[in-house]
């Protein structure tokens, strides 16, 4: 085979020559080649011409030079992300002019495409939450294209927004207590994308959280704990499924942690989940996922996995809570009570807010004081000591010390202890609420002690003496006319009566040389009662008269006093005779 096209040296004489008739049509470019072969001799000779039909064809797509996965956040107010979708870095020898194409598919489903882009118009797109696949096809003039698929990871990075009440008021029930969820406390919390709980907790601890009680948390059940002191763990069996990154936002948000356990731990840990839901797998701290199935070792989790999950708690005190508890000990508390609200969306972003709480006692106290009495008026007691003998009030609250009666005493008692002593007792609770009672003790004679005036053998009795004719000398009574010697009424009265006498005389004189006197004195005696006159009552409670009434508070004895003169005369020393004439 001999190359003639171009041979400077003539070989045999022959040369070889051609033409080119190029046509374009579209992307296609055909050439006809002519080739003409020519022998120089003596006669030229031509052989007859050639034509080659040549077609060149750009079947090539452009060249692309791959992009970078994209890693997205939503924005504050929408669950989407704003993405810009930059133009290929696309390069092609045929056609330096490149157009392109970008469609995403929703979360890997490519029959579920989320956004479409070319190269006419905007570029910004706005992706949801999920991991979007996004095919870049760029296409030259010729429409041959080349493919480029990058990621786009679009998540929720935002935290929600936390808004709290202002000054929420809470109100203690009969127990002295109000447990309050998070919702009271929440003014409109929200998310952008979805807000999954609301968990709240006390900023302090007081009286009314120790011990710190187990918390609650939404969509976990408590499976178990283990330890002692410093050592004692909670722990929760997430009952939603979720990624490793979620699932720990998730537990820190509600103040733990994945699980993180070895040995003995993780024997108790498994043993908790398999009681709550045996056969499954779950996440644990460190990337990685445990099952309850067999003595296996936990392995390497990817990030796509969406397992169940376990939170570990070290201090309730510090975690949160579905609700928070109020008692007694917060009421009018000064400052208020402050809790932290925190809204957790589900993505595991959480965002808090403070707010103080006003709690209330709205549930007043009782008491019931001890049932009226009545006692004979000679019943011993101290006034400063009523409850030793007529007992003390039942006091009721729902909050705890009981509030201490305050007693004021109101004695209404006469002379003759007849009457009655008011005991009033007022209470107040630490809300302020205040109820009071009453208790009436009333005195009032022993029937069987009732002075009844004196018997018959109580008055003095008549009599005669012998003595001067006139009763008084000088006006003063002779001591052998006075009742000392002659008598006076016996009166034998109790410690509820107050009775007295007093007498008065009638003196009549006779001249009857004849007569058994010269004397006589009536002696009139009027014994009184003076507790038997109102106010005073009688042993039936009804009043006793206010004037005198004989028989009911008086009584009268005439006494006669006869006086008997039986020495005659003497003459005293008389002057001796004179004569007169």
């Not at 080659?52 to 079947?59: A, G, H, R, T």
């Not at 990075?157 to 029930?173: E, K, Q, S």
């Not at 070792?297 to 397992?307: E, Q, V, W, Y």
């Amino acid at each position: 085979t001999l190359n003639l096209l171009d041979n400077p040296n003539a070989i045999c004489g022959l040369m070889v020559s051609y033409g080119d008739t190029p046509v374009k049509v579209g992307c296609v470019t055909k050439i006809m080649r002519t080739w003409k072969v020519i022998e120089w001799a003596c006669v030229n000779r031509t052989m007859n011409d050639h034509v080659q039909m040549i077609e060149i064809v750009d079947d090539k797509g452009p060249i692309v030079t791959p992009a970078s996965d994209v890693n997205l956040s939503t924005s504050n107010h929408k669950c989407e992300a704003l993405y810009t979708f930059p133009p290929p870095g696309a390069s092609d020898v045929c056609n330096p002019r490149t157009v392109f194409t970008v469609t995403v598919y929703g979360n890997g489903n490519y029959s579920n495409p989320v956004a479409f882009v070319d190269t006419v118009g905007s570029r910004n797109r706005a992706l949801p939450v999920g991991i979007h696949s996004a095919i870049y096809t760029v296409y030259d003039g010729c429409l041959n294209n080349t493919k480029d698929t990058i990621i786009i990871t679009v998540e929720d990075n935002t935290p929600p927004v936390a808004i709290c009440d202002d000054i929420p008021t809470i109100g203690l029930n009969s127990n002295g207590e109000a447990w309050v969820p998070a919702s009271v406390v929440d003014d409109g919390s929200y998310d952008e994308c979805q807000l999954k709980t609301l968990v709240v907790r006390r900023m302090t601890n007081t009286s009314c959280s120790t011990p710190c009680p187990t918390p609650e948390f939404p969509g976990f059940a408590f499976i178990g704990k283990r330890g002692t002191g410093t050592s004692e763990r909670w722990y929760y069996l997430a009952q939603h499924a979720a990624s490793p990154k979620i699932a720990a936002k998730t537990a820190t948000a509600l103040g733990g942690y994945l699980v993180q356990y070895s040995g003995q731990e993780r024997t108790d840990v498994r043993a908790f989940v398999h009681t709550y839901a045996p056969n499954i797998r779950y996440h644990i701290s460190g990337m990685q996922k445990d099952t309850t199935v067999g003595n296996s070792t936990p392995i390497s989790a990817i990030p796509s996995d969406t397992l169940r999950y376990v939170i570990e708690i070290e201090n309730p005190c510090n975690a949160f809570s579905s609700h928070v508890k109020f008692c007694c000990d917060d009421i009018n508390s000064r400052p208020q009570q402050m809790v932290i609200l925190r809204a957790i969306d589900v993505s595991g972003n959480f965002n808090d807010c403070m707010v103080g709480v006003e709690v209330q006692d709205k549930l007043g106290p009782s008491i019931t004081c001890p049932s009226d009495r009545t006692v004979f008026c000679d019943f011993v007691y101290d006034l400063n000591n009523l409850s030793k003998d007529f007992g003390s009030p039942v006091v009721k609250d729902n909050c705890t010390p009981l509030p201490t009666p305050v007693e004021t005493v109101t004695p209404d008692l006469t002379g003759c202890r007849i009457g009655s002593i008011t005991r009033k007792f007022v209470i107040e609770d630490r809300g302020g609420k205040k109820d009071s009672c009453f208790q009436t003790i009333t005195f009032l004679p022993d029937p069987l002690k009732v002075y009844t005036g004196p018997g018959p053998n109580d008055w003095p009795r008549d009599t005669m003496i012998q003595s001067c004719g006139n009763q008084t000398v000088g006006g003063v009574t002779p001591p052998e006319r006075l009742p000392a010697l002659l008598g006076s009424p016996r009166i034998i009265d109790g410690v509820c009566s107050l009775a007295g006498g007093n007498y008065t005389d009638e003196e009549y004189s006779f001249n009857n040389s004849t007569g058994q006197a010269c004397l006589k004195i009536l002696r009139t005696w009027t014994v009184i009662d003076w507790c038997k006159f109102a106010p005073n009552r009688r042993p039936n409670g009804s009043t006793y008269p206010s004037t005198k009434t004989l028989g009911e508070n008086y009584w009268i004895h005439t006494q006669e006093i006869k006086v008997v003169d039986k020495d005659a005369p003497v003459f005293g020393n008389l002057p001796s005779s004179r004569t007169f004439d």
